[in-house]
């Protein structure tokens, strides 16, 4: 299995493409709530990438039932966060919710790609 360290560099070279495209991005289109909305939403997803693969590396090594209990238990706790945070963010703060959410939910799906190629990568089952 990969360690965490490899993970870590590989999702921080991620995270700098995505805030690189950011950049562009609101640079033509974006004023600054917008960019303050999509840094927060980029630092959401990539907290949650690095969560959730500590989760799954941790449950990696113990059994089966383990493992599963982790990914899921670890993905529900995940989402609670996650939405429990946007809640206080959009309404406690009014932080203007267009930019926050489509960098998050871009970003969100960029590093679980990324996470299921590292994992599946790495598994035992394609150790042949």
């Known amino acids: ?29 974006g004023g600054n709530d917008d960019k303050i909305g999509a840094g927060i939403g980029l ?3 990539y907290a949650n990438t690095l969560i959730g693969f500590a989760i799954i590396l941790w449950g990696y090594k113990r059994s089966f039932n383990k493992f599963l ?12 966060l996650i939405f429990g945070i946007l809640f206080v963010l959009i309404v406690g703060f009014g ?24 994992i599946h990568g790495h598994s035992e089952l394609n150790r042949h």
């Open 1 to 29: 299995m990969i360690k965490f360290r490899v993970y870590f560099k590989m999702s921080s070279l991620v995270l700098i493409g995505l805030i690189l495209l950011g950049v562009l991005i609101l640079r033509l289109f």
């Open 43 to 45: 630092t959401i997803s």
């Open 95 to 118: 932080m203007p919710a267009t930019a926050l959410l489509i960098s998050l939910c871009v970003s969100y799906f960029i590093f679980l790609g990324l996470e299921i190629y590292i």
């Open 69 to 80: 209990a982790s990914i899921y238990g670890g993905m529900i706790f995940r989402f609670l």
